[in-house]
């Protein structure tokens, strides 16, 4: 079993910076797959970004293209910990950001099986 708890998120101003932090008990999460999915009200749970092991050699990254090039995922092994580092910041970023993780997991939320209870941006203009 993995437990994950996120932090970090809040309200800011559009145009802002928020780093979102998921920390992972239970499990070393060093080759896990670490998704980050975000739902917004009256709309389905979405992918934002992965980190990924690949081929056993280094980690990947994927992005959904509303986010490429403002989010930026990262992990801390050491501190059992996956970032999302977001900026510039829309309202249309607002929602319930969710950690995710499982040994395969992908761009699609049924390969998680690991959930955070999620941390709430606001972003406002």
């Known amino acids: 079993q993995v437990q994950l708890v996120e932090s970090g998120g809040g309200l800011v101003l559009a145009g802002g910076s928020l780093r979102l932090s998921c920390t992972a008990s239970?499990?070393?999460?060093?080759?896990?797959?670490m998704g980050w999915f975000r739902q917004a009200p009256g709309k389905e749970r979405e992918f934002v970004s992965a980190?990924?092991?690949?081929?056993?050699?280094?980690?990947?990254?994927e992005y959904a293209d509303s986010v490429k090039g403002r989010f930026t995922i990262s992990r801390d092994n050491a501190k059992n910990t996956v970032y999302l580092q977001m900026k510039s910041l829309t309202p249309e970023d607002t929602a319930v950001y969710y950690c995710?993780?499982?040994?395969?997991?992908?761009?699609?939320?049924?390969?998680?099986?690991?959930w955070g209870q999620g941390t709430q941006v606001t972003v406002s203009i």
């Open positions: 980190h990924r092991w690949s081929s056993g050699r280094a980690y990947s990254v």
């Open positions: 239970g499990r070393t999460i060093s080759t896990y797959a």
């Open positions: 995710a993780a499982d040994l395969s997991g992908g761009l699609n939320l049924k390969e998680y099986r690991y």
